[in-house]
Each structure stands twice: as structure tokens, then as C-alpha cells.
């Protein structure tokens, strides 16, 4: 992969008939797209906000984002859940449009304190894409809306596109665990809210955890990077063979 690589985007909106705020508006989800071609070309305005000892390895992802559709769908639903039938007309769901060569997110409510979910590269068609709750979709700094701060910024979207990328949470899942990325420092594990620079886990005695990464868990106003490592293993998912290579030109 050579270069930008626009993502053409469908967005399906399934709101609970008796909540009419998460039928979120066409600002609050075009604000969101803002906020992914900001994020994923390393123009986010708090990108300064980098510790220097990471300033080297924070990345330009190249990819951009393209509104293709908005769909949307009342339905007597409360939550979700994570299983998938929000994709699914069999369950009340929205089947995904053009998934080979369209990025599909389902905005709806999950359930349960959780924000969003992905499919990973190598999944079926049927069910491929990201899953974010309606408060959690686009950034009130933007656009007014439906918001549950401190998740208000767009960041789930960011950090659930960054595992339909195929990027691991930093802290690999595990206990000192790995993402599959080198210049990532391992760390201990997920880090939440703000914490202050340096955060030492795991032996990183260098610089610490790089925990203002989106593949962290920090609050949206907290994580601003990704790394050239993540960057290189993002975008071999497009190379021939790949198990993304539809979406490439
Ligand atoms: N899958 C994670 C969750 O539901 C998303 C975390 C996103 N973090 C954020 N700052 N927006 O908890
Ligand atoms: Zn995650
Ligand atoms: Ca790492």
C-alpha cells in the first residue's frame, strides 16, 4: 500500500423508539469522520501534546475516511449486547453494505459499560466492521448532539477502527503481554483516565507505558498517537493477499 488509502464508510443508526436522542444527527456523525481524518493523518491539534520520547515513533497512518451512507432504523431495542445481531435482519438488525470495500459501523447501544467493539481482518463479510453506542459517536467539540463525556471526542471510533486495522490494545491483552508492535513499550496493563507522564510498568524503565496511545484505554481527551510500528501493521492488511486487499486500489 502506497500512499492515502480513502476508506469509503456506511453508517447504520438503530435507535430505541422511546430514546429519539440516539438517533444521533448527520453533524454529530460527520463530526466524527472529522475526527478519524484528523486522528489517522497525524493532524489532531493535540498531537503536541506527545512526550518527546515518543515524538519520533508517533505516525501519519495515511488513511482517510469518506462518508458514503447513513442509514436508519427504529426498533424496540435496548441493548445490543456484543454477539453481532445488530448486524442481522434476522435479529432487528442492519445487514452491511458493500463490506469488501466499505467500512460498516453499527451506532447503537451495547450494553453493559461498553463503549464499542470490532471485527478483526479475517472475519466473515456478514458480520465485518466497528460497533460504537450513540454517546460515544463523534465529538462535541464539533458538533452538538447525544454525548457521554469522558468519552466525547471520537475516540472509541478511532481506537475501534485502529482493531478493524488489526492493532491489539497496547497492552497485548495480557499481563505485560504483547501487542505484536516493537516500538510500543510493553506495559502491564490498560491504563484509564489521565495519568501523568512518565508511567514505568513492566521494566519499560526508559519512557514508561505509552499510555496517550489510542490503543489504550485513557479518556478521549488523553490518547492522541499511534505508532510507525502500528502504522506498518495496519497497512500490510492491504497488501495482495492480504486479508484487506479488496479494500485496496
Ligand atoms: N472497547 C473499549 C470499551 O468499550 C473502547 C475504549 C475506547 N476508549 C476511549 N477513550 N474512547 O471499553
Ligand atoms: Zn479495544
Ligand atoms: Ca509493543
Request: proline content about 6%; charged content about 15%; some cysteine.
Amino acid at each position: 500500500l502506497v500512499g492515502v488509502l480513502t476508506i469509503p464508510v456506511a453508517v447504520h443508526v438503530i435507535y430505541n423508539s422511546s430514546i429519539p436522542q440516539e438517533n444521533i444527527s448527520d453533524a454529530q456523525i460527520q463530526s466524527q469522520i472529522t475526527v478519524l481524518n484528523r486522528d489517522y493523518s497525524k493532524t489532531n491539534t493535540d498531537i503536541t501534546k506527545v512526550p518527546s520520547a515518543f515524538a519520533s515513533v508517533a505516525s501519519n497512518m495515511q488513511f482517510q475516511f469518506r462518508l458514503a451512507s447513513i442509514d436508519r432504523k427504529a426498533s424496540a431495542m435496548t441493548s445490543w449486547g456484543t454477539s453481532d445481531a445488530m448486524k442481522k435482519t434476522s435479529y432487528g438488525g442492519v445487514a452491511p453494505i458493500s463490506p469488501t470495500t466499505t467500512l460498516n459501523i453499527w451506532i447503537c447501544n451495547i450494553g453493559g459499560g461498553v463503549l464499542g467493539y470490532a471485527q478483526f481482518p479475517g472475519g466473515a463479510a456478514a458480520t465485518d466492521g466497528v460497533v460504537i453506542g450513540p454517546k460515544y459517536f463523534g465529538s462535541s467539540s464539533i458538533a452538538s448532539g447525544y454525548y457521554g463525556a469522558p468519552f466525547d471526542k471520537g475516540r472509541t471510533a478511532t481506537h475501534e477502527i485502529g482493531h478493524w486495522l488489526n492493532l491489539r490494545h497496547i497492552w497485548g491483552d495480557a499481563s505485560c503481554g504483547n501487542d505484536l508492535v516493537a516500538d510500543t513499550p510493553t506495559q502491564s496493563t490498560s491504563n484509564f483516565g489521565c495519568p501523568a507522564f512518565p508511567r514505568k510498568t513492566c521494566g519499560n524503565t526508559t519512557s514508561g507505558d505509552m499510555f496517550m496511545n489510542y490503543m489504550d484505554y485513557t479518556d478521549d481527551l488523553c490518547m492522541f498517537m499511534f505508532s510507525e510500528g502500528q502504522k506498518t501493521r495496519s497497512r500490510a492488511i492491504f497488501s495482495p493477499g492480504g486479508p484487506r486487499a479488496s479494500f485496496a486500489p
